[in-house]
């Protein structure tokens, strides 16, 4: 069976094995009253069915068995650990809650599973700012500090209704591409797995009816894989990366542009909870989905569907950009771009308290003005 054959079928199959099991995990979820409760930094109102990540977990486990015979290095016996580890912490988090430090230590556990196999080794950045030979020890702090910034980065976005599905199936889309090109089709099938799942969720987790979050079960899957995924692309090889549609030296800068909208987010979020001397992992709403939310009166649907297509739109534009210019001008652009999203929104204190009562004082003026137009016209009708 060749590739396209292939890839269809896991498509298919992944899409239809999440699309009707969901609705029997909303069911027990349900019927056991294992639903999220709203509470004050919450953006939905009523108790909701959580653990839709679940059906990734089972879904991704029976895809990879039906891709074993596209793996050609043994990645599987090292990614099926990880995701299991992630999978049952995600579980327990959703149902009893965790603190940061017992999910960062099975983070660094599960991610070692992954690093350790040579597959994954980045031995150069291929002349990036002048880099060439990595050594082993480096490559290892790196890896480990990317994979858990990016399951970290994505499990902050997850926040409201169809964001954390659409940013995925975005940066998947881009994933498949990349290693479609570079006909790593082992990793392909695995991207166009997942996207499956995530776009077979998407209608439920947008549904008024049949509402299901991923929780932290699915949040933290998915953000294992697309670490995975940034891992090998950063560890592709000149031979097979030469089939790529920009400079290989501008490899690191098109990873960051892919996945930059969790990790601007998370860079943020960690910002202002620092300045304002809390802990970089305490909950509030300042998160940029919230900011649209909050201030800027969007829907959730609104909010993350602007949040999707700026995110495509920004790797598009550096795949652009990388295929004509060399690393230093596009570090520069990049750079840039950073400091003007910052600038956008980190120019009001979006504070929840803070926020909260500046609508109100608008509301009051706003009030006021109506009532100074009105007076007038009431004086008028009674002379």
């Given amino acids: 069976m060749n590739f396209l054959e292939t890839a269809i079928l896991i498509f298919i199959g992944s899409f239809l094995l999440t699309y009707l099991t969901i609705p029997k995990i909303i069911g027990v ?43 050609t290095n043994g990645e599987i016996i090292h990614i099926i650990p990880g995701l299991t580890i992630l999978f049952v912490i995600g ?53 480990v500090f990317i994979m858990v910034t990016i399951i970290n980065s994505y499990n902050l976005i ?55 979050f991923m929780g932290d079960t699915g949040s933290l899957i998915i953000g294992f894989i697309i670490s995975i995924m940034t891992l090998k692309f950063l560890a592709l090889k000149p031979s097979s990366s030469s089939e ?47 900011v649209l939310i909050d201030y800027w009166g969007l829907s959730h649907k609104q909010a993350s569907y602007l949040i999707g297509a700026f995110n495509l739109i920004f790797v598009v534009l550096f795949i652009i950009l990388g295929s004509a210019t060399k690393n230093l001008l596009l570090f520069i652009i990049l750079l840039v771009c950073v400091i003007i999203l910052s600038f956008i929104f980190f120019r009001f204190n979006y504070n929840f308290t803070s926020l909260k009562q500046k609508i109100l004082f608008k509301r009051k003026v706003k009030a006021m003005k109506e009532n100074l137009k009105s007076k007038p016209k009431k004086n008028k009708q009674n002379k």
């Avoid at 599973?113 to 994954?120: I, L, P, Q, T």
């Avoid at 290989?248 to 969790?262: G, H, K, M, R, T």
């Fill in 91 to 143: 579980l327990k988090d959703d149902l009893v809650v965790l603190s940061p430090g017992s999910k960062l230590i099975a983070q660094l556990i599960a991610v070692s599973f992954v690093v350790a196999n040579n597959s994954f080794t980045i031995h150069s950045l291929n002349g990036f700012f002048n880099i060439e030979e990595i050594p082993y020890y480096i490559y290892f702090l790196i890896a």
């Fill in 29 to 71: 979820v349900s019927y056991k009253r294992l639903m999220d409760a709203p509470n004050e930094r919450s953006s939905h109102k009523i108790q909701t069915p959580s653990l839709g990540g679940v059906a990734f977990y089972y879904t991704l486990i029976i895809a990879l068995f039906f891709i074993n015979s596209w793996d």
């Fill in 244 to 290: 790529l549609p920009f400079f290989l030296e501008n490899i690191p800068l098109i990873a960051i542009s892919i996945l930059i909208v969790p990790l601007f987010d998370t860079a943020r979020v960690f910002t202002i909870r620092i300045v304002n001397k809390k802990s970089p992992f305490s909950p509030d709403r300042n998160h940029t989905h919230h």
């Fill in 158 to 212: 997850d926040g409201i209704d169809g964001l954390a599905s659409i940013v995925g199936i975005v940066i998947l889309i881009i994933y498949t591409t990349i290693f479609y090109l570079t006909k790593e089709y082992f990793y392909a099938l695995i991207t166009i797995s997942l996207n499956a799942c995530l776009l077979a969720f998407f209608g439920y987790n947008v549904s008024s009816n049949k509402k299901i």
